[in-house]
């Protein structure tokens, strides 16, 4: 077998030093390996001709990867600027990409999917915002100045100290706030909020310094733990199509109390070796709406309880459609988006 290995490494310097790399198919190195078939005594030849084929294949996969290679590198790029005079009329400007040639991006897409399900559960949909204050951000949601927690929600700041939210927690003081009539007719508050955070993260294949979360927020009266996970199960069966189990184990939030963290378990034909490892996605947290939250937007935890969750939607796509990095959704590599057109 060693000569295989031999030939392999003559053949792997030969592929890339090809300047076309389909000749490698015709290569002397990989016939001669094929006409020495002949030549290995009976009873290895079943052994040889295996290996043989082996490499073949790996030949091939050289090839298909160096193709995929070469056509991303010939996408030419696109020029964000304006390189015109803004001031022409649209005739002499030049000509755009067709729009038939582009499409929404898979998460705005796949927020429309999501944002549907909860409405059909009689939740409203709002959006969050790209910069907001201290108080928005911790201050309502009862971390005091100082408190270790914030650590947790390292994100950007500005020097007047406006900051860059790092989940959509930082809108639920506003939207009880704006839905707190609903109680007084003696209806629930029912919100999702759907939008970009931004966080300073190490990045990896699950970690992004932005991304998008889904905030929950349901306000009523005798609202308890087992109306949260009814919810909660109820979308992610919505949402995959199935009935999926799921963990909630006890974690610390300031905002919460009892706080839980919320991790689905995944199909076993999206678990890469079936591995144990792979087995639970953890989605982010929830909990029960700790009552100085209920009172700083002027609700009364002595009548009302509620439940919310903050959960990371790249996370729920990728596991819907075996996306394997989630930087690829910030890359604009048409090649992973035009799967989704
Ligand atoms: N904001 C939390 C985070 O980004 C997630 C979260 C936890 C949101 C508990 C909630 C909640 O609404 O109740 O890690």
């Known amino acids: 077998m060693n000569q295989i290995e031999a030939a392999r490494d003559k053949l792997k310097k030969e592929f890339e030093s090809l300047e076309d790399k389909k000749a490698i198919l015709r290569s002397i ?11 290995v005594e009976p009873e290895k030849r079943g052994e040889y001709g295996k290996a043989v084929n082996a490499l073949k294949q790996e030949v091939h996969k050289w090839l298909d990867d160096a193709e995929a290679e070469a056509e991303s590198a010939n996408i030419e790029p696109i020029d964000v600027t304006a390189p015109w005079d803004v001031n022409t009329t649209a005739d ?4 755009f990409l067709p729009a ?12 429309d999917v999501i944002s549907d399900i909860y409405q059909r559960m009689g939740f409203v949909v709002e959006t969050s915002r790209e910069i ?6 911790f201050g309502s949601l009862n971390f005091p100045e100082g408190h270790p927690a914030r650590d ?5 700041m500005t020097d007047e100290g406006l900051i860059a939210p790092a989940h959509t927690s930082t809108m639920q003081n506003r939207v009880m706030k704006k839905y707190k009539e609903n109680l007084e007719k003696g209806e629930p508050i029912a919100v999702v909020i759907p939008d970009r955070v931004f966080r300073n993260e190490d990045l990896d294949a699950t970690h992004e310094h932005t991304f998008y979360q889904i ?3 349901y306000v009523g009266k005798d609202v308890v733990v087992g109306n949260l996970i009814e919810t909660l199960k109820s979308y992610m069966s919505d949402y995959y199509g199935e009935e999926l189990n799921v963990k909630i184990q006890p974690f610390y939030f300031p905002f919460t109390e009892p706080s839980f963290e919320f991790a689905v378990e995944r199909p076993s034909s999206l678990r890469k070796n079936n591995s144990e490892e792979q087995k639970w996605l953890e989605l982010g947290g929830c909990g029960m709406i700790h009552p100085n939250v209920l009172k700083e937007a002027g609700i009364d935890p002595g009548v009302y309880t509620g439940f919310a969750w903050g959960f990371g939607i790249e996370r729920m796509v990728m596991m819907k459609h075996g996306i394997e990095d989630i930087r690829h959704f910030e890359s604009a590599n048409l090649k992973f988006l035009r799967q989704f057109k």
């Not at 038939?100 to 927020?111: F, K, N, R, T, V």
């Not at 947790?152 to 950007?156: E, G, H, I, K, P």
Request: hydrophobic share 30%; net charge negative; charged share 35%.
């Open 29 to 39: 190195e990989l016939r001669a390996l094929f006409d020495g078939i002949r030549e």
């Open 92 to 95: 002499k400007r030049p000509s």
């Open 100 to 111: 038939a040639q582009g499409s929404e991006h898979p998460l705005m897409s796949e927020i």
């Open 132 to 137: 907001d204050d201290d108080y928005h951000m």
């Open 152 to 156: 947790d929600f390292d994100t950007f």
């Open 215 to 217: 905030e929950g927020v």
